[in-house]
């Protein structure tokens, strides 16, 4: 008479838990070898430079940086863009300033618009960029930048407050010095400050 031998419940436990235990271990080691350098730049084995995996996860971790930068400045900074209702201008400009005279001009800009600029003097010039907000008591300004004897300058404003934003050149020399200014953006109206009095331009 033949007898026929069953695996009780202990074996059967051990046995799944020994699968289990295999399993767990080859996670493990694929979390080490491959997730780990592809995904955080993390490479106790070497296993992800061996693989080109290490690479991926540098460069995974560059941008994600990049990326929570560019969400922070955002959020810092309001809105990358700015719709604009008004034409986009250019403008140009000639100062013909004598010995020892200055002149004022300036771009009326909302709040956010942005000037693009770039002026040239044919001698050395005092400048004082700064501007005026809407609202300011008779006087005030805030300066933007001011230096000595400069023959050139450019860049990009964007403008903090709504108000008047411009120049103020001097020139110091004893021979007269022709100051070009190029500007272009969003603005409808400047205002040159002579003589006690204010010409304006408007843009359309």
């Known amino acids: 008479m033949t007898t026929t031998s069953f695996d009780d419940g202990t074996t059967v436990r051990t046995r799944i838990a020994a699968a289990a235990g295999c399993a767990l271990l080859v996670a493990g080691l694929l979390l080490v070898a491959v997730v780990l350098p592809a ?13 080109g995996l290490l690479d991926l996860g540098i460069t995974g971790q560059q941008v994600d940086k ?7 400045g955002g959020a810092a900074q309001g809105s990358i863009v700015v719709d604009q209702d008004k ?19 300036k771009y009326r800009l909302d709040k956010g618009q942005a000037l693009l600029y770039s002026w040239t003097a044919t001698g050395p010039v005092n400048f004082e960029f700064h501007a005026e907000p ?13 230096k000595d004897a400069q023959r050139q300058a450019a860049g990009t404003l964007t403008a903090p407050f709504p108000g008047i934003h411009g120049w ?7 021979a007269p010095v022709t100051v070009s200014l190029k500007a272009a953006g969003f603005f409808t109206l400047a205002h040159k400050f002579v003589g006690g009095g204010v010409e304006n331009k408007t843009f359309k």
Request: aromatic share 14%; charged share 25%.
């Open 39 to 51: 995904e955080y730049a993390v490479d106790p084995l070497g296993t992800g430079a061996k693989l």
């Open 66 to 72: 990049l990326n929570a930068e560019a969400a922070k």
């Open 87 to 105: 034409p986009f201008v250019n403008d140009t400009e000639e100062f013909v300033l004598g010995p020892r005279e200055g002149i004022e001009f």
């Open 134 to 146: 809407d609202g300011a008591p008779k006087g005030y300004a805030q300066t933007y930048e001011k």
């Open 168 to 174: 103020y050149w001097e020139n110091t020399t004893s």
